[in-house]
């Protein structure tokens, strides 16, 4: 034997992998892999061999891997990889950790581990580094362990940053690998990723004041006590920012994204039970991982309103598109929106016809808006959960410095621009990042969340989950707004939304549950709901056929 190939037989034997029933497979989904945590300490374990892998084929750079399930109830977790530059791990590596987690025995991953080296001429003696994190699932412990044998197996050097929230590991695997040269993303220590923050907040407020408290639901997850954290950074002479952390406890790992955070408050479409909602009060919520952001209150009158990615989406790419104007930048520099098919139509009206901006739809996950928006100057992605973030290329970047002012207000407008590089993480969405963005532009407008939702007005929309047999069957084109397969179901699809006023609908199989989705909005609640109801009752019949 050679190599690493004993260490990592040992090694494996300690984390076995759970064999799944025949004709099954353990894939890299959308978030990487993601199920019940009793399943992932082997997976957790031969990640650790790939990230090593990875960081070797790209001259040992640094390879993050985070260990979280988000918004998922606590029993689950995930393991996902990250990329150089803090982005998601590259499309054709999914392929490469679905064969090594699907490995059956301790010999075969031996195995697939040197067939993957020699295929990628990977040298194994070559550096390799990895970085890793996690949130505050207890089940997380033994995950970190596995992972951490994977590596050490591998003879890779790793550094252990324990409970981060994800865009806080995207950061800082962005920044170890940055550290030094002249793109430095920051110091390499969650401290530094604070300062970062609140420096630039404090620069991107410029003296103008936040209007009343802001409540933040942190759905029991690691944005809690990361976020009671950062706010000790902010000097309370330069900006006066009160906000009420709630949702915040993580010793009782039963409660994490139970009853309250943004996924709840997105699907659900009300408010958190707890704190019982008191009317007026400017809130948001961040998910269990601290990576999507929903704004909303309860209003006396009519109860209820929620902003969320969409909202935040077109609020940034008013206010970004505003400054660039302003900046005497608005003929160098381009400025595009991404969304999905699950943004809200009026949203993307208001983008094109209202901001006279481009969109462009793309599939559901974050890596495919990243991949899109990175091609724009300046390219504000989210998805319609409150997913996303704002990227400058280097060229805006140094636009926004370089550039002489001809006036003040030019110059106002180039120091905001380039106050709001530092602060929007360019890594990945980022809840708390995106947080003060927003609360940066709401300060500049001297806006509530009530002139921010007068913006355009919501079509009332429905998402419903439909069971089906095989949801593979389901084949989509035009960024999943269109079903191919099975034949004749957009037919029927398409006779179903001629019925509506301003509707639109489509189904596609979701990327990390093993069910289809379809999506209805149209003019008014009940035209929307019976649409969706139509529509899944069509996806139904040929999911069983
Ligand atoms: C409609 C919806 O919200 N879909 C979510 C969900 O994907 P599905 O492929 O729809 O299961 O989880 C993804 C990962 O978190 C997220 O990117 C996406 O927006
Ligand atoms: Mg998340």
């Known amino acids: 034997m050679e190599n690493h190939d004993k260490a990592i037989l040992e090694a494996s034997a300690k984390h076995p992998i759970v064999p799944l029933e025949k004709g099954k497979f353990y894939t890299y989904g959308t978030a990487g892999f993601r199920m019940k945590a009793d399943l992932l300490e082997g997976i957790s374990y031969r990640v650790g061999l790939l990230a090593s892998l990875r960081s070797r084929k790209l001259n040992g750079q640094a390879i993050g891997v985070m260990i979280t399930a988000s918004h998922n109830p606590a029993a689950d977790n995930g393991v996902k990889i ?72 591998a003879k890779a050097e790793f550094v252990d940053y324990k409970i981060l929230t994800t865009p806080q590991l995207h950061y800082l695997v962005r920044a170890t690998n940055s550290e030094g040269t002249p793109l430095s993303y920051g ?46 950074y902010i000097p309370k002479d330069k900006v006066n920012f009160d906000v009420k952390v709630v949702n915040d406890d993580v010793l009782r790992p039963e409660v994490l994204n139970l ?52 909202r935040i989406s077109s609020l940034a790419a008013s206010f970004i598109g505003d400054l660039v104007e302003s900046a005497g930048l608005k003929d160098d520099l381009r400025i595009g929106v991404v969304q999905t098919a699950y943004a809200n139509g009026a949203s993307t009206n208001y983008i094109t016809q209202h901001l006279k901006l481009p969109v462009i739809c793309t599939p559901t996950g974050v890596k495919h808006l990243h991949h899109v928006a990175q091609g724009f100057d300046i390219g504000v992605y989210f998805e319609a959960n409150g997913h996303g973030t704002v990227l400058f290329s280097p060229d805006a970047l140094s636009a926004f410095r370089k550039k002489e002012p001809q006036s003040p207000a030019q110059k106002d407008a180039l120091d905001t621009l380039a106050a709001l590089g530092d602060l929007i993480n360019q890594t990945v969405g980022d809840a708390i990042s995106d947080m003060l963005m927003v609360e940066v532009i709401l300060a500049h407008k001297n806006w509530t969340l009530r002139d921010w939702a007068m913006t355009y007005a919501d079509l009332p929309n429905r998402l419903v989950r439909v069971e089906v047999g095989n949801k593979d069957l389901f084949q989509t084109t035009d960024a999943e707004r269109r079903l191919l397969h099975p034949e004749g179901a957009q037919d029927e699809i ?39 109801e139509r529509v899944a009752r069509i996806i139904e019949r040929y999911g069983a056929l």
């Not at 410029?206 to 000790?232: M, Y």
């Not at 509506?500 to 199989?509: H, L, P, T």
């Not at 909005?521 to 019976?530: L, Q, V």
Request: proline letters at 5%; aromatic letters at 8%.
């Open 82 to 153: 990250v990329d150089p530059l803090g982005d998601m791990l590259e499309q054709d590596w999914e392929r490469y950790a679905t064969a090594l987690v699907n490995a059956p025995s301790d010999e075969q991953l031996v195995e697939v581990y040197n067939r993957l080296a020699t295929e990628l001429k990977i040298d194994l003696k070559s550096p390799s580094k990895v970085i890793y994190g996690r949130d505050t699932r207890p089940s997380g412990h033994k995950l970190v362990t596995a992972l951490a044998d994977g590596l050490e197996a």
């Open 187 to 232: 110091k390499v220590s969650e401290a530094g990723y604070y300062e970062k923050l609140a420096e630039a907040f404090v620069r991107a407020m410029k003296g103008r004041r936040i209007n009343g408290t802001l409540q933040v639901d942190c759905a029991n997850g690691v944005g809690g006590p990361k976020l009671s954290e950062f706010l000790k």
């Open 259 to 310: 009853e309250c955070g943004a996924d709840f408050v997105k699907t659900k479409q009300r408010a958190p039970p707890n704190p019982k909602p008191q009317p007026g009060v400017r809130s948001c919520s961040l998910d269990g991982d601290a990576d999507r952001l929903i704004y909303y209150w309860v209003d006396p009158e009519t109860g209820f309103v929620m902003l969320d990615g969409d």
């Open 494 to 532: 398409d006779q179903a939304v001629k019925k509506y006023k301003d509707a639109r609908s489509f189904a596609r199989a979701s990327g990390t549950e093993n069910a289809c989705r379809v999506y209805a909005e149209a003019a008014t609640r009940s035209e929307a709901n019976e649409l969706a």
